[in-house]
């Protein structure tokens, strides 16, 4: 007899939700067709540009954090998924309305559309229990957004989870003394999307990351003042007008106060301190989970639930190259779910995970940070690819990127006029 296909629920219709159904699509010996639940009426994730900040007309929450003139700080011949490549006429480096173009037509050529379910809010995800305490699946409970601001409630049953929910829409606000007294502008870089509106202005960005650095080149025509507080090296290539300066002290109302001793009164703080993790439909610590400084632990593999090993979490690692490391995760996570990458037991699980943390610690890394894989991303997929049975990177990904890195190293201003070509999966060019 027939063993029975598996019901998968993807949340979030981001990227790695596109790249997640895309795959459960193709092996339709396993799984049913994938139901995504999307919570907007776009599919896209954090690649879906709006004017809008804050709530929409609705009162719902505006999860994007793209602004109007955001190019990619990756070049196109490394962003893509293995398995689909970009437009060859593009740019390296890609407008973020190309990145969008994009998806939807990964979306469209894998026939995903379909099964995408706008204007599902997922509340709810819930484990169900079987004879004898085990699995039996997971209850999916959500709000259905209708026209003119109605709703319903509905509740489905899956064989497994994929949570695709991105971590671009939850602030991280720092713990800076007496910020909450500041008296001029303050706002996230969540919230930009112009310069214009800054003009004139002199205005201090906290944090030196890729929005920092992005909204120093973009401010510094047309501001008073641009002053980047940050802790970590001098950043090169910026306009000679950007002052750079320790990480902010304290904030007494009108001034701020550096590491240095120095004090400025801006007009604008703007605080480019990155995100925080979120999943309120899940009851972490019944999982066998919980919030952590780097979001949410520990996960075997960064990305499976030890004591729930149909719970997946695509995409919380941190400064890697985001799509060809969503694909190997959901290649890795379907291959759990279809019997061909057995697992440990979930306590041999929990120890890896938490040896894992234990020696990063060790070696110096803050807790903060685990996250950011960093060069270790390539050991990672490696180990992935190799534990799962699918083909690795080609190396010419690794390649390309450690060459970007370089040169966004030496100059933040001027390393997107580069343009790359790759030749194979082991060569490439600069052209």
């Not at 590491?259 to 480019?272: E, T």
């Not at 499976?304 to 400064?319: D, K, T, V």
């Not at 390649?399 to 390393?415: D, H, K, M, P, Q």
């Amino acid at each position: 007899m027939a063993s029975k296909k598996l019901r998968v629920a993807v949340i979030g219709a981001g990227a790695a939700g596109l790249c997640a159904a895309r795959h459960i699509l193709t092996y339709s010996d396993t799984f049913l067709p994938p139901v995504v639940f999307e919570a907007s009426d776009q599919l896209g994730g954090t690649w879906v540009y709006t004017e809008q900040t804050g709530e929409d007309a609705e009162g719902w929450p505006i999860h994007s954090s793209m602004y109007h003139n955001l190019r990619t700080n990756l070049p196109k011949e490394v962003m893509a998924f293995p398995d689909f490549p970009f437009d060859p006429s593009l740019p390296s480096f890609l407008h973020h309305s190309d990145v969008l173009a994009y998806l939807e037509s990964y979306a469209e050529q894998s026939g995903i559309q379909d099964h995408v379910r706008f204007r599902w809010q997922v509340d709810d995800v819930k484990p169900v229990l079987g004879e004898q305490g085990t699995s039996s699946g997971w209850d999916v409970k959500a709000t259905v957004r209708g026209s003119g601001g109605s709703t319903q409630h509905a509740s489905e049953h899956f064989d497994a989870i994929m949570v695709c929910t991105g971590h671009y829409a939850i602030p991280f606000i720092p713990l800076i003394p007496g910020l909450d007294s500041f008296q001029g502008c303050l706002l996230h870089s969540h919230s930009y999307r112009h310069p214009e509106p800054f003009a004139s202005l002199t205005v201090v960005l906290v944090g030196a990351g890729a929005s920092g650095v992005d909204l120093a080149l973009q401010l510094s025509p047309v501001a008073a003042r641009v002053v980047l507080s940050h802790q970590g090296p001098p950043v090169c290539g910026l306009p000679e007008d950007v002052l750079q300066v320790p990480r902010i002290l304290k904030v007494a109302k009108e001034t701020v106060v550096f590491g240095d001793g120095s004090a400025l009164q801006p007009d604008v703080l703007i605080l480019c301190t990155g995100y925080r993790y979120r999943f309120p439909f899940l009851a972490l610590a019944q999982l066998g989970l919980q919030e952590t400084d780097y979001g949410v632990g520990l996960l075997y593999r960064h990305l499976l639930a030890p004591r729930h090993p149909s719970l997946f979490f695509i995409g919380l690692c941190q400064q890697i190259c985001p799509f060809p490391h969503f694909h190997c995760q959901v290649l890795f996570a379907l291959a759990v779910l279809r019997g061909r990458c057995p697992l440990p037991s979930a306590a041999e699980m929990e120890a890896d995970a938490q040896g894992q943390l234990d020696r990063y610690l060790r070696e110096g890394g803050l807790a903060l940070h685990f996250l950011r894989l960093k060069a270790q991303q390539w050991s990672y997929a490696e180990e992935l690819a190799q534990q799962a049975g699918f083909p690795p990177l080609p190396p010419a990904v690794r390649e390309i990127y450690e060459a970007t890195r370089a040169s966004r190293l030496r100059n933040v201003g001027t390393y997107r006029d580069l343009k790359y070509r790759l030749l194979g999966p082991d060569a490439w060019e600069e052209v």
